[in-house]
């Protein structure tokens, strides 16, 4: 049912493809002209762009790229831009653009402008997520709890003076990638009023001796590195969706065995404690839980798969760790990375996260707070000093790969 436009859905089941990403060379052209964070990026977005064509999906998937400016998040998502049938880009989507109801324009002008029925079943490329974060702590949270409700995937109604009820209901599912600088905290727990429904992947700073030495030494142009990366990507997704037969396409039956399983709710039990308010309770974990599966179902597709694998869960990883907030997530990395019953000192935390003593004494509390951890003080020569390790409970598993960073 719709109010203003039709009703449509679509989806027709198709088991037999043969399009598999490391025919295309895809990782070897992006890597030849930039880097592994680049990859990491790019693999991590094609990923979530392929749940779309995953039967039954109800809800909207939402990814976050986040790292700090210049750090190439507008090239990684710069391919995707020129694949219409499959992304939409809009440099500023605010809640009015889902469903207008301009006064100045008439019922039929507003069916044009409305973007629900535009970015249904694609994915919708935002470059820059800085108007999402503006404003104050009232504007901000109105701001996204209106995504939030519109990424259910059911469509979105509302109701005005003007132009009375419109909107749309039915099959209106898309995917959201999202671009940002690193968010404050009051950002994310913001975003975890609303009802989250993002994960992040970082995309951290390039090492300065290697720009300087791409740019002085470097034989290609900028512009000819992404044009190399946008064709190869281009190519391999455009064949990817026609292999297919667009979204809604795959009926996902296969279940993940024992040990992939356990390693899915791992990580969405590490994201659900890592990324908790504190002093306040722990989103429910079966949003995160879905997204996290769905994501690696998404993965395997890339390679022509219909089964979650091991090799799934490295990307899924690394999405868990990049979805921890900045300032838990550096400190608990280290963590993740020692043997079981390893402690750090208060001088290790320093020197690992080049932070000042107050600042790591204060990240060793929170993450004992969140339960991630337990710090304590131990005896040293000339007195006491902070010490921390990981609770067993959240100890990395072995066989899972861990992300580098």
Known sequence: MTWGLADDRTGTTNQHTNVNIEDYNVRGDVLENFDERMWHVTEAVMSVHATLFINGIESCFGLIVEGPSGAGKTTALKPFEGLHSQFYRSDEVTPASFVSHDASRDKDELADDDLIPRIKHKTLLNPEMANW???????????????????????????SGTHGRRGYQGDYRFNFIGATTPLKQQDW???????NRFLFVEMPSRDEEDVYRNIVFGE???????????????????????DHGGPNSVDWKKTPNENVGEGLMYLSRLVVHARAPMGGECEDPG???????NIARGHAL????????????????RVALSTVPKKRRDLLRE???????????????????????????DRMNTLDSLGLAYHDTETVQGGQTNVIELNPEFAWPKGLPFPDS
Request: proline content about 0%.
């Open 133 to 159: 974060f503006g404003g104050d702590w009232g504007v901000r949270k109105e701001k996204m709890a209106r995504l939030v409700r519109v990424m259910d995937g059911t469509g979105f109604t509302s109701d």
């Open 335 to 361: 963590l993740l990375q020692l043997d079981l019953g390893e402690r750090l000192k208060t001088r290790n935390v320093i020197d690992r996260l080049g932070v000042a003593h107050e600042t790591a004494t």
């Open 287 to 293: 949003r995160i839980t879905d997204m996290m599966k």
């Open 189 to 195: 727990e913001m975003m975890g009023h609303t009802g």
């Open 220 to 242: 290609s142009e900028y512009g000819q590195k992404v044009s190399e990366m946008t064709q190869s990507i281009q190519h391999y997704l455009d064949d990817l969706w026609s």
């Open 302 to 317: 890339l390679y022509n798969r219909r089964q979650i694998t091991i090799d799934d869960l490295e990307i899924c990883g």
